[in-house]
């Protein structure tokens, strides 16, 4: 979505997937923002008209015997619609929502009055000590059918996911949204990707740079050939893991992005923005 001021932002559709005639996001005025909230609260007015492109699915939902939800603060958008799609099919699930006190928790009273209410369970910073989330307690016993999905501020994602590998889950079965400016974690080291349809290796360098798409400073990865042997040109790439990744997508033919050959004079290099997780041109 565009917000007012240019600036473009992702935020997650959190009303039914069967609603066909809306989408519809929740905004959290955030005091540190970098522009995208306080233009939504500040200069965005009923009536006023937005760009937006079509919805993508960075966090998708799969099988499972039991599926796990944890959400902290706003980040319980997307995890409304995975609430409500496992209880329209009858799925075991269960929702753990943390929040700072009650009167500070969005959805609130949506949420208690839905047809998964008995799936949820709210976890407040002010409340007592028996309502607070035992975290290792709700993970239980790790097991090959069950799946996790987290979403809400840096600090809590890393709690869930941690506690969860200590406990013994597989990182297949840890879901978690990849924030704006994520890619931090990823050290600056060179990422190793795979091309799918060659086998052959290359490798990415994580840096802040201008992405002409999204039109904001992101986490962006250059690709250039490794020594061994130049790969083809790429087909888009998807993250796989924090040291990993496997180009996947379908992209228009053009020029390999890999090549050790030096780009025709004009011509500006590609690299794959982590946020809007687009290939653009280099600014």
Known sequence: MQV???????????????????YRIAVLRDPASRGGSVAMHDALKEGDTLLISEPRNHFPLVHATRTLLFAG??????????????????????????????DRTAFRDEIAASAFAQHVQFHYDDGDAAQKLDLRAVLG????????????????????????KEAGWAADNIHRVLRRGAA????????????????RSTKWAPKKRWCT????????????????????????????????????SPTRKRRSTTSSR????????????WTCRTLSLRA
């Open 262 to 273: 030096p780009a025709a004079r004009g011509r500006r290099a590609r690299c794959w923005c």
């Open 73 to 102: 603060g706003i980040g319980v958008t997307p995890l409304l619609c995975m609430a409500q799609r496992l209880q329209a099919i009858g799925a075991d699930f269960a929702m753990h929502y943390s929040a700072r006190s009650a």
């Open 141 to 164: 016993a790790p097991d090959a059918g069950k799946h996790l999905y987290v979403c809400g501020p840096t600090g809590y994602i890393d709690f869930v996911v941690k506690t969860a």
């Open 4 to 22: 007012p001021g240019g600036l473009t932002r992702q935020y997650s559709l959190c009303n039914d997937a069967g609603e066909q005639h809306r």
């Open 213 to 248: 798409r999204c039109r904001s400073t992101a986490w962006t990865s250059s690709c250039r050939a490794s020594k061994a042997s130049a790969a083809p040109a790429s087909r888009g790439c998807s993250k796989a893991n924090a040291t990993t990744a496997t180009c996947t």
């Open 184 to 199: 931090g974690h990823l050290g600056r080291r060179l990422l190793q990707v795979k091309i799918a349809s060659s086998g």
